[in-house]
């Protein structure tokens, strides 16, 4: 039976949430290349809670050292090439608090075939070639796969241009699928998830956050991301990606074979992203049947977008174009992946509330 440790935690008491965790899932790392994954999603700052707290990372790279091993706190951020990779880390502070640790994993890379999809890919070999790989996911909702947890952290091990072809050429289940077929490349030792502050609605990059005070941890990430699901008052079982996980026997989502050590019961008022009808409807029918009730509308905030033109250079589907220095959207060919709102550093897009959004919000889904 799995375990998943609940803790309530501030960042205050970070320190004392390590002693524990460490204790309840031993893993020796003496003498050995141990890597952190945080969840570096972009140029992000700590108080938007959108990466992992640096105030996470810091006494656990302490602890780290202490035990005699080599440290590295490494991740590929969004979609985006070699050189944003320096500038997540020093924004997010994670750089900062890798304590000389920290490092640019995204020239080195190793191609590898994914096959359940059938889709060869480029990932860091530095993840690969790890002895002891560490995952500092972020609690929070993912507004294309719901959930942004233990398995989505692992996306990370490809590098940005890869990221963004995912996005192109997979949808629905297909883009599951691939996450968790990333994810089994390289799986986790231990988990810790930073969900001291965690993010509800349409995340991964949201404005909308929730004070869930715990960190969650476990040497098993579909089980952790299975406790994650239900705290977010959401079916582990309709989340595409864990129930791929579950089959591949990478770990349970059945709540009767998950042993929750402390309060993982759901969180009061919480909301839910806006449902993806991808994940129901396959997209050649509903494109044919009903073309346009899943495609989102974006609005810009023009007193928080800084005209940087990163939305227009991560969209896989080449959807936006810069007028006046600011995106303007061509939605016959936006492929509804989202990335130009996850990736905004300014948080300056969000969605539109759509017929379709305004129904759910009477139906009470989101």
């Given at each position: 039976?799995?375990?998943?440790?609940?803790?309530?935690?501030?960042y205050?008491?970070?320190?004392?949430?390590?002693?524990r965790?460490?204790?309840?899932?031993?893993?020796?790392?003496?003498?050995?290349?141990?890597?952190?994954?945080?969840?570096?999603?972009?140029?992000?700052?700590?108080?938007?809670?959108?990466?992992?707290?640096?105030?996470?990372?810091?006494?656990?790279?302490?602890?780290?050292?202490?035990?005699?091993?080599?440290?590295?706190?490494?991740?590929?951020?969004g979609?985006?090439?070699?050189?944003?990779?320096?500038?997540?880390?020093?924004?997010?502070?994670?750089?900062?608090?890798?304590?000389?640790t920290?490092?640019?994993?995204?020239?080195?890379?190793?191609?590898?075939?994914?096959?359940?999809?059938?889709?060869?890919?480029?990932?860091?070999?530095?993840?690969?070639?790890?002895?002891?790989?560490?995952?500092?996911?972020?609690?929070?909702?993912?507004?294309?796969?719901?959930?942004?947890?233990?398995?989505?952290?692992?996306?990370?091990?490809?590098?940005?241009?890869?990221?963004?072809?995912?996005?192109?050429?997979?949808?629905?289940?297909?883009?599951?699928?691939?996450?968790?077929?990333?994810?089994r490349?390289?799986?986790?030792?231990?988990?810790?998830?930073d969900?001291?502050?965690?993010?509800?609605?349409?995340?991964?990059?949201?404005?909308?956050?929730?004070?869930?005070?715990?960190?969650?941890?476990?040497?098993n990430?579909?089980?952790?991301?299975?406790?994650?699901?239900?705290?977010?008052?959401?079916?582990?079982?309709?989340?595409?990606?864990?129930?791929?996980?579950?089959?591949?026997?990478?770990?349970?989502?059945?709540?009767?074979?998950?042993?929750?050590?402390?309060?993982?019961?759901?969180?009061?008022?919480?909301?839910k992203p806006?449902?993806?009808?991808?994940?129901?409807?396959?997209?050649?029918?509903?494109d044919?049947?009903?073309?346009?009730?899943?495609?989102?509308?974006?609005?810009?905030?023009?007193?928080?977008?800084?005209?940087?033109?990163?939305?227009?250079?991560?969209?896989?589907?080449?959807?936006?174009?810069?007028?006046?220095?600011?995106?303007?959207?061509?939605?016959?060919?936006c492929?509804?992946?989202?990335?130009?709102?996850?990736?905004?550093?300014?948080?300056?897009?969000?969605?539109?509330?759509?017929?379709?959004?305004?129904?759910?919000?009477?139906?009470?889904?989101i």
């Amino acid at each position: 039976m799995h375990k998943v440790l609940v803790l309530d935690a501030d960042y205050d008491s970070v320190n004392s949430a390590l002693d524990r965790i460490l204790d309840e899932f031993p893993v020796d790392v003496a003498g050995k290349r141990v890597l952190l994954k945080p969840n570096m999603l972009g140029a992000f700052a700590p108080e938007t809670h959108v990466c992992t707290s640096p105030r996470l990372i810091e006494p656990l790279v302490e602890r780290l050292r202490a035990s005699g091993c080599e440290v590295t706190v490494a991740d590929n951020p969004g979609a985006r090439g070699y050189g944003f990779v320096e500038k997540s880390g020093k924004v997010s502070g994670i750089l900062e608090a890798s304590g000389g640790t920290f490092a640019n994993i995204s020239s080195d890379v190793e191609a590898v075939r994914l096959p359940g999809v059938g889709i060869t890919v480029n990932v860091s070999k530095a993840i690969l070639d790890t002895d002891v790989l560490i995952s500092l996911p972020k609690f929070k909702t993912h507004v294309l796969t719901r959930i942004s947890g233990a398995v989505k952290n692992s996306f990370g091990f490809m590098v940005g241009g890869d990221k963004a072809r995912m996005h192109r050429e997979l949808t629905g289940r297909d883009f599951s699928r691939m996450l968790v077929e990333v994810y089994r490349l390289k799986v986790p030792d231990l988990v810790i998830m930073d969900g001291i502050v965690g993010m509800e609605g349409n995340g991964p990059s949201a404005k909308t956050l929730y004070p869930v005070g715990k960190i969650l941890a476990s040497d098993n990430g579909v089980a952790l991301d299975a406790v994650m699901t239900r705290m977010m008052r959401m079916r582990p079982e309709k989340m595409a990606a864990l129930r791929y996980a579950q089959e591949l026997g990478l770990g349970e989502i059945d709540g009767s074979k998950i042993k929750v050590i402390g309060d993982g019961g759901p969180l009061s008022g919480f909301h839910k992203p806006v449902p993806n009808l991808q994940q129901v409807i396959p997209v050649a029918l509903m494109d044919r049947l009903y073309p346009d009730l899943d495609r989102p509308r974006f609005e810009v905030n023009a007193d928080a977008c800084n005209s940087c033109k990163g939305c227009a250079d991560v969209c896989p589907g080449c959807a936006i174009e810069m007028v006046d220095g600011r995106p303007n959207y061509d939605y016959e060919k936006c492929i509804a992946c989202y990335c130009c709102m996850e990736l905004c550093s300014q948080q300056a897009i969000d969605l539109v509330d759509s017929f379709r959004m305004k129904v759910y919000r009477r139906l009470g889904l989101i």
